[in-house]
T-cell receptor
């Protein structure tokens, strides 16, 4: 069955370190998204991609970057981790970009000390 | 700007009671999409329903039903005869041409606790 996976599922890092969270989907979806979930804020969009080599900033993109070299993967990089980036991160994908259902990965819980 | 409001932060009901989760949205578009997702205690996000703005028919799926009313900009979710397994955080989301071209904007969620 097609699926979307994230790794690692849990990570602890230190302030200032670079961290990369992986997202891999086998749906063959062109559209992929990264969200963060914080108490009291729901889910907020970080970055998204409509296809290979396409990336776009979302609502809370500062301090994050993504790159899309193939259809299946959209890694999220925290260039210099900050305590404010402690959060749960979700990756999602959809078949079409406009108004289509997004299917989510299991999430990565990141703690920045 | 688009906005989704879930005014109920937490709700507790006794098993077998019916419960309605409210969702009010704001958009300037005539074409938009509304969603509900469930996040059980295990943490994953589970898609429940998608509705486009041209389809105001109410939807029923087992014990779940959704009432979409454009006149009041609401897309409410009712669980009939609630069960303990319904305990979760429920998110309403809107997709319109606003920020980032049809990206999802989520409400802050309603935490539902079903007490046995």
């Amino acid at each position: 069955d097609a699926e979307i996976t994230q790794s690692p599922r849990h990570k602890i890092t230190e302030t200032g370190r670079q961290v990369t969270l992986a997202c891999h989907q086998t749906w063959n979806h062109n559209n992929m998204f990264w969200y963060r979930q914080d108490l009291g804020h729901g889910l907020r969009l970080i970055h998204y991609s409509y296809g290979v080599h396409d990336t776009n900033k979302g609502e809370v993109s500062d301090g994050y970057s993504v790159s899309r070299s193939n259809t299946e993967d959209l890694p999220l990089t925290l260039e210099s981790a900050a305590s404010s980036q402690t959060s749960v991160y979700f990756c999602a994908s959809s078949e079409r970009p406009r108004g289509e259902t997004q299917y989510f990965g299991p999430g990565t819980r990141l703690l920045v000390l | 700007a688009q906005k989704v409001t879930q005014a109920q932060t937490e709700i507790s009901v006794v098993e077998k009671e019916d419960v309605t989760l409210d969702c009010v949205y704001e958009t300037r578009d005539t074409t938009y999409y509304l969603f509900w997702y469930k996040q059980p205690p295990s943490g994953e996000l589970v898609f429940l329903i998608r509705r486009n703005s041209f389809d105001e028919q109410n939807e029923i799926s087992g014990r779940y039903s959704w009432n979409f009313q454009k006149s009041t900009s609401s897309f409410n979710f009712t669980i009939t005869a609630s069960q303990v397994v319904d305990s979760a955080v429920y998110f309403c989301a809107l997709s319109d041409s606003g920020a980032g071209s049809y990206q999802l904007t989520f409400g802050k969620g309603t935490k539902l606790s079903v007490i046995p």
